[in-house]
């Protein structure tokens, strides 16, 4: 199965971004310190969860997405040890607050210089000129 395994850069990018998102992170304990195996774990569980669902949809390679980042949320909240406030929203939303920024940064690095809300403005327009020549309404 490992000669079948792809992990895109930017997972890896990604679950590395985590770890640096998760020390920077007010609700999360500086004196504990966010754990090494952090990273380690999550890729582990990435891996796992693009394992099994290529198994069951019968892909042939596998190659972790973005949502199976989230798969590994029980493990990422098991490497924190979390303040009063970070108590109070949440392990779960913590990380999923965490991949989110992770993400999102490694994203903006990608695409330096891009205006998605401009270009995203252009497109629509377009699809709704396309629209009412065509005789849809979105």
């Known amino acids: 199965m490992k000669d079948r395994l792809h992990v895109p850069d930017f997972i890896r990018e990604v679950i590395e971004q985590i770890a640096f ?3 920077d992170d007010q609700r999360i304990d500086k ?3 966010v754990s ?3 990273p380690i774990t999550v890729m582990e569980s ?3 969860n693009a394992e099994r669902r290529a198994l069951m949809t019968e892909e042939g390679p596998i190659v972790p997405r973005i949502a199976d980042i989230y798969a590994a949320i029980p493990s990422m909240t098991g490497k924190m040890e979390l303040e009063y406030e970070g108590e109070q929203i949440g392990a779960n939303r913590i990380a999923k607050d965490l991949i989110k920024r ?3 940064e490694i994203f903006e690095g990608y695409f330096v210089g891009i205006d998605f809300a401009k270009n995203c403005g252009v497109v629509r327009r377009r699809q709704q000129h396309s629209s009412h020549r065509h005789g849809c309404r979105r």
């Open 21 to 23: 998102e998760a020390r």
């Open 31 to 33: 004196h504990s310190g």
């Open 36 to 38: 090494q195996r952090l």
């Open 46 to 48: 990435v891996i796992s």
């Open 102 to 104: 992770a993400a999102g």
